[in-house]
Nanobody
Framework: QVQLVESGGGLVQPGGSLTLSCVPSGILVSFVAMGWYRQAPGKQRDLVAYITSGGTTNYADSVKGRFTISRDNAKNTVYLQMNSLIPEDTAVYYC???????????????WGQGTQVTVSS
């Protein structure tokens, strides 16, 4: 069974940066698609970014140019570097893994427990 453990969330001021990490067990990050979703209070869960097994990345328009998804195969870890954070980025961030179609559609069964990111002064 795949387990995903996120870390790195917290409170940050507008304009600040945070890096989220996701460490899976039971899979290798280089063999599957990995992604990050987020859900703000009262809103639906949205795909923020994903990286394919081949290393191709894709981002939601709202975070393009500010967020970067990457992976370290040696550490079997996926990261989400978040810069120039704004209050609208406040949400619980979830790591996901699976086939590309399942990651993009959100139908994958492999979700982390979530980590809270709060952007506030």
């Amino acid at each position: 069974q795949v387990q995903l453990v996120e870390s790195g969330g917290g409170l940050v001021q507008p304009g600040g940066s945070l890096t989220l990490s996701c460490v899976p067990s039971g899979i290798l990050v280089s063999f599957v698609a990995m992604g990050w979703y987020r859900q703000a209070p009262g809103k639906q869960r949205d795909l923020v970014a994903y990286i394919t097994s081949g290393g191709t990345t894709n981002y939601a328009d709202s975070v393009k140019g500010r967020f970067t998804i990457s992976r370290d195969n040696a550490k079997n870890t996926v990261y989400l570097q978040m810069n120039s954070l704004i209050p609208e980025d406040t949400a619980v961030y979830y790591c996901v893994a699976g086939s590309l179609s399942a990651v993009v559609s959100g139908t994958t069964r492999s979700w982390g427990q979530g980590t809270q990111v709060t952007v506030s002064s």
